[in-house]
Nanobody
Framework: QVQLVESGGGLVQAGESLRLSCAASGSPFRMNVMGWYRQAPGKQRELVATMTKGGSTNYADSVKGRFTISRDSAKNTVYLQMNSLKPEDTAVYYC????????WGQGTQVTVSS
């Protein structure tokens, strides 16, 4: 059973940075895709950034130039470096992984105050 464990959320002021981490356990195989989604109160879950095991990335337009995704495929770990945070980045951030099925973490809260 694959489990995703996130860490790194918290409360910061606008303009500051945070780094999220997510480790996948329970699988000896590399995940084909790992990444991050987020869900703000009253809104649908949306893609933030993903990365394939080959290194291809996909970012939401709203975070391009501010967020950077990286991963250690050998360790099935993915990171999200978030710079220049804005109040509208406030959300629960969910780790995502895909191999034969889609897996989700429990979510970590990111709150950006103005």
């Amino acid at each position: 059973q694959v489990q995703l464990v996130e860490s790194g959320g918290g409360l910061v002021q606008a303009g500051e940075s945070l780094r999220l981490s997510c480790a996948a356990s329970g699988s000896p195989f590399r995940m084909n895709v790992m990444g991050w989604y987020r869900q703000a109160p009253g809104k649908q879950r949306e893609l933030v950034a993903t990365m394939t095991k080959g290194g291809s990335t996909n970012y939401a337009d709203s975070v391009k130039g501010r967020f950077t995704i990286s991963r250690d495929s050998a360790k099935n770990t993915v990171y999200l470096q978030m710079n220049s945070l804005k109040p509208e980045d406030t959300a629960v951030y969910y780790c995502y992984a895909l191999r034969n099925a889609a897996y989700w973490g429990q979510g970590t809260q990111v709150t950006v105050s103005s």
